[in-house]
């Protein structure tokens, strides 16, 4: 091989390791959500100017008089849901929760090894419980957290994935002092559409922990609202 062919063949080894190592640092580097989240904070902003307006603007335009009072701050949750995803990957729920196509959300996302994502602020409300009802309340979403544990209905749910639940539920429950017994499923709230989160669920493991409410006799028990 003359030194001109080595050349150039060195050179092209060093352009097809270079390709590979760009391609690899693009792949790692990657941040699949960059422009999701930049719609994220995009959309909070605009509500932030929506109370920035002139008091007015709000429900009651009839009003002559506005003497704004000193005593408020934001609505807190009360409840939270628990629901599986019915899909087969964090990922793919990930993907779903960011369509603009699906326009279903949660609060929190629990995967299977335990890793939780937080994809709304607490104080917002996300799209989660659909035509539900408990009690007098028809409106879930506007008072309640929605958590969404990556498992598909027909699987136990993995004890990294229970663990990390319960730091979730700790830390909501001091934050918002949410009741033991506002902790409910999907299936609670909407019976006629919902199984969720399936057979496999460990109820009584989150009731003896404090987190909803466990009986060994439901005899006579009537379910708020229906």
Same mark, same amino acid.
């Given at each position: 091989?003359?030194?001109?062919?080595?050349?150039?063949?060195? =050179?092209?080894?060093?352009?097809?390791?270079?390709?590979?190592?760009?391609?690899?640092?693009?792949?790692?580097?990657?941040?699949?959500?960059?422009?999701? /989240?930049?719609?994220?904070?995009?959309?909070?902003?605009?509500?932030?100017?929506? =109370?920035? @307006?002139?008091?007015?603007?709000?429900?009651?335009?009839?009003?002559? %008089?506005?003497?704004?009072?000193?005593?408020?701050?934001? @609505?807190?949750?009360?409840?939270?849901?628990?629901?599986?995803?019915?899909?087969n990957s964090c990922a793919q729920t990930l993907k779903t929760f960011t369509s603009p196509k699906s326009p279903v959300s949660? %609060?929190?996302?629990?995967?299977?090894?335990?890793?939780?994502?937080?994809?709304?602020?607490?104080?917002?409300?996300?799209?989660?419980?659909?035509?539900? @009802?408990?009690?007098?309340?028809?409106?879930?979403?506007?008072?309640? &957290?929605? &958590?969404?544990?990556?498992n598909n209905g027909a699987e136990p749910f993995p004890e990294m994935q229970v663990s990390s639940l319960l730091n979730v =539920?700790?830390?909501?429950? /001091?934050?918002?002092?949410?009741?033991?017994?506002?902790?409910?499923?999907?299936?609670?709230?909407?019976?006629?559409?919902?199984?969720?989160?399936? @057979?496999?669920?460990?109820?009584?493991? =989150?009731?003896?922990?404090?987190?909803?409410?466990?009986?060994?006799?439901?005899?006579?028990?009537?379910?708020?609202?229906?």
């Amino acid at each position: 091989m003359s030194r001109k062919d080595h050349k150039v063949r060195s =050179l092209t080894i060093w352009k097809f390791l270079s390709a590979i190592a760009v391609s690899l640092l693009c792949a790692c580097s990657a941040k699949p959500f960059v422009e999701t /989240n930049r719609l994220y904070k995009k959309q909070v902003k605009q509500y932030a100017k929506i =109370l920035r @307006r002139m008091p007015l603007t709000d429900s009651l335009h009839s009003a002559s %008089h506005w003497v704004g009072t000193t005593h408020f701050n934001l @609505r807190k949750p009360n409840y939270v849901i628990i629901h599986h995803t019915a899909q087969n990957s964090c990922a793919q729920t990930l993907k779903t929760f960011t369509s603009p196509k699906s326009p279903v959300s949660a %609060h929190y996302v629990i995967c299977r090894d335990g890793t939780v994502y937080h994809m709304l602020n607490d104080y917002l409300r996300a799209w989660h419980g659909g035509v539900s @009802r408990w009690g007098s309340i028809s409106d879930i979403n506007s008072s309640s &957290i929605g &958590i969404e544990l990556d498992n598909n209905g027909a699987e136990p749910f993995p004890e990294m994935q229970v663990s990390s639940l319960l730091n979730v =539920l700790s830390v909501l429950k /001091n934050a918002y002092a949410i009741p033991e017994s506002n902790f409910i499923v999907h299936a609670d709230v909407a019976p006629a559409r919902k199984q969720d989160p399936s @057979r496999h669920f460990p109820w009584k493991t =989150l009731a003896e922990k404090g987190y909803g409410l466990w009986y060994t006799d439901t005899t006579g028990l009537a379910v708020p609202g229906y």
